[in-house]
């Protein structure tokens, strides 16, 4: 949903030019098999490929920064000023892969071509340069994806958001303007809401965490990146503050949190001023936050909408630790379900 201006501030404001927005890829070929069937040759398409096969990225792999323009008619193509790809050139979703690195971690990759033959990857969770990632799975990609959906994610619909007057209202029957009780600064009003429906798999597929789990009343859906503050009354030994931001994937334990694979699943992303903890199902989880990062992924016309509605783009990150999957792994994610939320 846009927010709109007044009508009089409209019509004195120029209409803003669609801006450009950068996804960071790497070529194809620099996420190369080291190991397998097809050694030696970089990412191919999806009938190419082998499972089991092991790649890496390239150690001197330089990411390129891949402007894309507004949508137009469904197709998805290259904005002038981007590293790779003339402008105009159309782009074409190929496949998703996922990958298991050594520690068990799945990372996906998006398989991109544009039609003058090149062929890059994007990686929708982080990769490292040398390290070892084993082929799993691949899968098409739903035609009616666009590149710009993948950060516009937070909580499902359905999820029952804390009002600053204490009571709860579904996510998507906020609009802005409705004041939402926040942890740190008391009552905010919401400036800005987002919606994307996805298919519900691989890394768009979302985390449940169950009833109960984290002290919520009912079960909260959110995307596998969207992080939940979790406050420990007792600090843990190897992290520096008692506040905690945990994403939800990785609290997954297969039983009270687990992805759910299938169908089609209705996302809402939420803005308030300052990047905010607020409570959704009662538990402390993170808005989203607005920056040159986020914000230039989204839809371009949302994105000069939020840009108008955020001049300088400077939201501050919460104040917390983020945790690793290392550290995860090292004192169990059971032992973090047991923290009491603030």
Same mark, same amino acid.
């Given at each position: 949903?846009?927010?709109?201006?007044?009508?009089?501030?409209?019509?004195?404001?120029?209409?803003?030019?669609?801006?450009?927005?950068?996804?960071?890829?790497?070529?194809?070929?620099?996420?190369?098999?080291?190991?397998?069937?097809?050694?030696?040759?970089?990412?191919?398409?999806?009938?190419?490929?082998?499972?089991?096969?092991?790649?890496?990225?390239?150690?001197?792999?330089?990411?390129?920064?891949?402007?894309?323009?507004?949508?137009?008619?469904?197709?998805?193509?290259?904005? /002038?000023?981007?590293?790779?790809?003339?402008?105009? *050139?159309?782009?074409?979703?190929?496949?998703?892969?996922?990958?298991?690195?050594?520690?068990?971690?799945?990372?996906?990759?998006?398989?991109?071509?544009?039609?003058?033959?090149?062929?890059? /990857?994007?990686?929708?969770?982080?990769?490292?340069?040398?390290?070892?990632?084993?082929?799993?799975?691949?899968?098409?990609?739903?035609?009616?994806?666009? &590149?710009?959906?993948?950060?516009?994610?937070?909580?499902?619909?359905?999820?029952?958001?804390? &009002? /600053?007057?204490?009571?709860?209202?579904?996510?998507?029957?906020?609009?802005?303007? *409705?004041?939402?009780?926040?942890?740190?600064?008391?009552?905010?009003?919401?400036?800005?809401?987002?919606?994307?429906?996805?298919?519900?798999?691989?890394?768009?597929?979302?985390?449940?965490?169950?009833?109960?789990?984290?002290?919520?009343?009912?079960?909260?859906?959110?995307?596998?990146?969207?992080?939940?503050?979790?406050?420990?009354?007792?600090?843990?030994?190897?992290?520096?503050?008692?506040?905690?931001?945990?994403?939800?994937?990785?609290?997954?334990?297969?039983?009270?949190?687990?992805?759910?694979?299938?169908?089609?699943?209705?996302?809402?992303? &939420?803005?308030?001023?300052?990047?905010?903890?607020?409570?959704?199902?009662?538990?402390?989880?993170?808005?989203?936050?607005?920056?040159?990062?986020?914000?230039?992924?989204?839809?371009?016309?949302?994105?000069?909408?939020?840009?108008?509605?955020?001049?300088?783009?400077?939201?501050?990150?919460?104040?917390? *630790?983020?945790?690793?999957?290392?550290?995860?792994?090292?004192?169990?994610?059971?032992?973090?379900?047991?923290?009491?939320?603030?």
């Amino acid at each position: 949903m846009a927010v709109s201006l007044p009508t009089s501030a409209a019509a004195a404001r120029p209409e803003p030019a669609s801006p450009g927005y950068p996804c960071q890829v790497f070529a194809a070929e620099d996420i190369y098999v080291v190991q397998g069937a097809n050694q030696g040759d970089g990412l191919t398409g999806p009938d190419e490929v082998c499972a089991g096969d092991i790649y890496t990225l390239y150690h001197e792999a330089q990411p390129l920064r891949l402007l894309l323009r507004k949508p137009e008619a469904g197709e998805q193509s290259v904005a /002038a000023g981007s590293d790779v790809g003339q402008s105009g *050139t159309r782009i074409r979703l190929e496949a998703r892969y996922a990958l298991m690195a050594p520690d068990g971690d799945t990372v996906e990759l998006l398989l991109l071509s544009l039609e003058d033959g090149t062929r890059l /990857a994007l990686p929708l969770s982080p990769v490292g340069a040398g390290v070892d990632y084993t082929l799993l799975s691949v899968e098409a990609v739903p035609a009616d994806l666009q &590149l710009a959906d993948v950060l516009c994610l937070s909580f499902a619909c359905g999820t029952m958001i804390t &009002l /600053a007057d204490g009571s709860q209202r579904a996510v998507e029957a906020l609009v802005p303007g *409705t004041e939402v009780l926040t942890r740190d600064h008391g009552r905010q009003p919401l400036r800005w809401i987002g919606h994307a429906r996805l298919r519900a798999v691989g890394g768009f597929a979302p985390v449940v965490i169950t009833a109960g789990t984290l002290g919520n009343g009912g079960d909260l859906i959110v995307s596998q990146h969207h992080r939940v503050f979790l406050y420990q009354r007792q600090r843990v030994p190897g992290l520096p503050t008692s506040e905690l931001l945990v994403q939800a994937r990785d609290l997954v334990n297969g039983e009270t949190v687990y992805l759910r694979e299938g169908g089609f699943v209705d996302y809402c992303s &939420l803005v308030f001023d300052r990047h905010e903890i607020i409570y959704a199902e009662g538990v402390p989880s993170e808005s989203l936050m607005v920056n040159d990062a986020t914000v230039n992924r989204l839809p371009p016309a949302v994105a000069a909408d939020v840009k108008a509605r955020f001049p300088g783009l400077a939201h501050v990150p919460h104040f917390g *630790t983020e945790t690793s999957r290392e550290f995860l792994a090292a004192i169990g994610a059971g032992r973090l379900l047991g923290l009491r939320k603030a």
